[in-house]
T-cell receptor, first 110, second 114 residues
């Protein structure tokens, strides 16, 4: 089956630092999505990517769809306390819903 | 701007009971999805509807799980004869016709089976 690897599993950073996380796959995907989930809530869509090589920003967030269509990264610049949460990458490519990575836990130390 | 809503937000039930959850998608979205999420994992796809048609249901976890979307608007997910292993967060998402993979999630229903 298709493998979706997300790393790192967790990150402990200082407020104000930049953050980078990525996802890689064994298959070619048509769409990459990045979500953030707070405890007890549903995932919130941050960025959607549709084309290989596409680079998209949303405020302090930047994500790229890898040129090989097998990877994507998410960067957060100048982290703030409300960035704490779990970040998921997901891919979509058809009628089988989205496939999610295992998530990256972002913890910000004051 | 109303997003996806789900009710109830929390449900505690005893093993063997039936439970039903409701999802109201974003009004102009024709696709509706159900996912399950267990602790420490990402959401896991269960089933989806395009309008009132259920186009994929082979990923439902067992025959105790069923979903309906009778008028192509809201949807319900029912679990019969609940088991402790059914305890999880059940998430609903919806998407528009021209961007089916761009899915917006509701807040989820947390199910606890005692």
């Amino acid at each position: 089956g298709q493998q979706l690897n997300q790393s790192p599993q967790s990150m402990f950073i200082q407020e104000g630092e930049d953050v980078s996380m990525n996802c890689t796959s064994s298959s070619i995907f048509n769409t990459w999505l990045w979500y953030k989930q707070d405890p007890g809530e549903g995932p919130v869509l941050l960025i959607a990517l549709y084309k290989a090589g596409e680079l998209t920003s949303n405020g302090r967030l930047t994500a790229q769809f890898g040129i090989t269509r097998k990877d994507s990264f998410l960067n957060i610049s100048a982290s703030i306390p409300s960035d704490v949460g779990i970040y998921f990458c997901a891919w979509g490519g058809g009628a089988d819903g989205l496939t999610f990575g295992k998530g990256t836990h972002l913890i910000i130390q004051p | 701007d109303t997003g996806v809503s789900q009710n109830p937000r929390h449900k505690i039930t005893k093993r063997g009971q039936n439970v039903t959850f409701r999802c109201d998608p974003i009004s102009e979205h024709n696709r509706l999805y159900w996912y399950r999420q267990t602790l420490g994992q990402g959401p896991e796809f269960l089933t989806y509807f395009q309008n009132e048609a259920q186009l994929e249901k082979s990923r439902l976890l067992s025959d105790r799980f069923s979903a309906e979307r009778p008028k192509g608007s809201f949807s319900t997910l029912e679990i019969q004869r609940t088991e402790q292993g059914d305890s999880a967060m059940y998430l609903c998402a919806s998407s528009a016709r021209n961007t089916p993979d761009t899915q917006y999630f509701g807040p989820g229903t947390r199910l606890t089976v005692l």
